[in-house]
């Protein structure tokens, strides 16, 4: 049996989230801390504006050990211009000096490199979900883990996102300029469909903290990425409406505060597209993603002409079925309004 | 198209009865199972699944699925209850004797190219990096003294670039030594701002007799391999040892991208492989054992990879970033205006790039309305014939066989479909078979070659691509209506058909597959059928395919009308005339 594409739409799951710097750095929490989304897990300072003195060259020494001329201890300052080595030339005439071509810190000694580092750039890593440290990971980061509202999306930019969820416009509707306003500033905002520029472009103005539509027309495209507003599109793109269960769910969580992340789908990154709205934890556990479909599942239509809608499935027919003259291999799906289509597994996603 | 197997002297030697291939790719991952049966090997069943379901799924599970469907075709169980695969063979008819696997799921291998002269070790190492799942993230020049003093230029590039492996050519064997010592210097220093586990590795592919310094000097820094100098003379290149380093620096990313790869790995006792190189195995053999120029272009989600054997040349070419799906994840976004010259109907700019964008959020997905269909058609065209001239094979040569493989050409609602993409992509000239590989026979017999070559050639011979009919292609121009072939069939039964196919059209001429006929064809003024036919009159057999002998009277290199709505007519009876 085919195992088609899952798409998370739940009121309640349990979510995990490594948050891990690139390179080791020091982690700031501890197993069983509560964290905020914006709280920072971990950090690093990257090495930055490294400057290196070729001693040896700068001093004409005959070999490489440079220590005995290091005016300078690792880690002490120093100014543009001022000596890092010395040779004293005999009788105290004809010294040469290897000096500092701009203010840094003595930050290694390589042979006969002596290399210095500017102000050390800092990369620091957000819990991005509001919830509990359950893994400490040993000079990288942390775990994240909370309850919550998951809406997993098929497309996005503009990386990572925290607000209060704003409902803004219909689930069929696009994101209207007027409808964006100073309200918006720290919220992240929840339309049917992305089709002007201008809208957009407010929204990044006012300050709002990211957007959640059904889709986006290619000629926003361009804007969506310049922009940097973390976006996730749940369908796709065009004018296909956001799904009637993400936007129900989003809806009802409005003024609840969401994490979001935009970025493009695909099995090169670790992670797609989605929404995440901690709820209060609950005893019982939270429901399992769909495992295989079955007749009654729920299904959301990826492609085709009813893109986006979301169905039951009522037959799994034994033999493929014509579609556009090709026999396909799918399930016969009830969708919303009653309509009875058969749909290809590569065109459904099971939701749950 | 013949596929000469070699029968082995001593036949009751081999042990080898069943083989299980593997591959799992960025969106779908496929199983097939080849057995002997009755003395020959034969292609018994094929599964394809998903690589991963769900966001975050390891990608074995995708490999595991598409074994499951393998298994509930044949009814016959090939996972154990831990869902490891049997190996070898039980006595209950359960399992198989071998397994191979091959690969192409994780990203791209990221290089960064460090040389000396722009014409020179720069451009043959550009070369170099055209090995399968290697894309070139930047290039650095070491000829300008100020890069090499500015350490800290170069620490910012690595930290922003974040590359797998740093690949340093540069100076013939009897160049001079400075700049590359002094470039290995500054890149050594530069990574030290780097922590050990985040170092790339340095890839060195230069002067041959720097090499004891270049691992001195940057030992400490990076872990160091050394390939022979990639271009040892002004007039000399060396390519291949440093492609298959970075081929092999690809594998061993893999595991660390997703550790369940490691497990794969562990699955068989045959090395895995790039899915692209098991494609070249395979295409080599073709060409070299049957004597035939064949070109096989897989068109994958992420990836489009040409493999090529033309006489002795053979060329392999995997471009990552160019496939189906690519515009979803970054990949270069289609020009709408490119896509427009294959649609026979007006669709919007806009509509267009939506088609393409959606196709890229969801690759697993196939066009099901007829607009989708016709802009995933025109994606496909404009995807291969940009990996053609990538792979430097232009459009317009010979080929005695052509091979489209990948789920999206094999999945299409109709084969002509599929023939006339292929046609409009590649444009070859002459005689040549035209095939689809739906099932991903191509990579699979490429490495199962590796465990039974004689289970390859013979599945290749009975079990392989889907033929889609010989194409018969003509070089030149002429007025539209003139004629430009009068072709004469002689079938198999003996009757006999006449056909006259004008300039500017394409022709559909009955042979049904399995079915063999005698062409004789001779080209209007203007027209050739390329330099292997240059006689007035050329004779030769023709295999019959799902669609036929197919003549393309468009004539090389193809024009379509400038004016919009009449390019649209010229392709809509295009469409018409195959069927498509």
Redesign the interface.
Known sequence: MWVPRITRVTERTILRRERLLPEPGEVLVQVGDFVQAMDVVARLHLPSHIQAVDVVRDLRLRDEDIRPYLTKELGETVKAGEPLAVRRGPLGLGGRAARAPAEGRLWRIVGRWVLLEGEPRPLEVRAYLRGRVVRVVESRGAVVETQAALVEGAWGTGGEGYGVLKVVAGRTDPLDRAAVDISCRGSVVVCGFLDSAEALQELAKVQAQGVIAGSLRARVLAVAEEVGLPLVVTEGFGTAPMNADAYALLAQHEGDEVSLLGCAPGVHAQRGPEVAIPVPESGEPAPEPPAGVAVGARVRVLRGPHMGKVGVVQALPLHPQPVDGAPRWGARVQLEGGELVFVPWNNLALMG | MTFQAETPKDDSARQVGSILAVDCG??FSRAILVERVEGTYRLVACGE????????EE?LAGVR?AIQ?VA?VTGRALLSERGFPIVPERADGSGVDALVATLS???PLRVWLVGLVEEQSLASGMRACQAPYATVCDVLSLVDPAVL?D??GL??RL?RL?PDVVFLVGGTEEGAEGPIRRGV??L???A????E??RPVLLYGGNSRLRQTVEEIAGPAYRVLAVENVRPSAERERLVPAQNALEGLYLEKASHWDPSLDLLRSWSEHPLQTTARALGHTVRYLGLQAGMDVLAVDLGA?TTTVAAQRGQAFTLRSLPGLGM?AW???GPKPSPERLALWLPEAIAP??V???A??????????????R??LVEQALARECIARALERAGLRPGLPWDLVVGCGGFLG????PSQAALILLDALQPVGVTVLAVDATFLGPALGAVASVEPLAAAQVLEQDAFLKLGTAVCLEGRGREGDLALRVRVRYENGDTLGVEVRAGTLEVIPLALGERAELELRPGRGFNLGPAHRGRTTRVYADGGVLGVVVDARGRPLSLPAEPGARRQKVQEWHWALGA
Do not use: K, Y
């Open positions: 960025s969106v699944a998903l690589t991963q379901a769900a966001t975050g990608v699925r469907r509930e799921a994780p990203p003093d350490v800290g620490t910012a930290q974040r210097e500054a050594s220093l530069a030290l701002a780097l922590s586990e985040a992420c799906g979803g994840s970054g806009e509509e790039l939506e088609v964008a959606t196709l890229g959020a969801h690759p697993c997905t196939m066009g099901q309305v007829g989708e269909l999945h299409l609602p109709r």
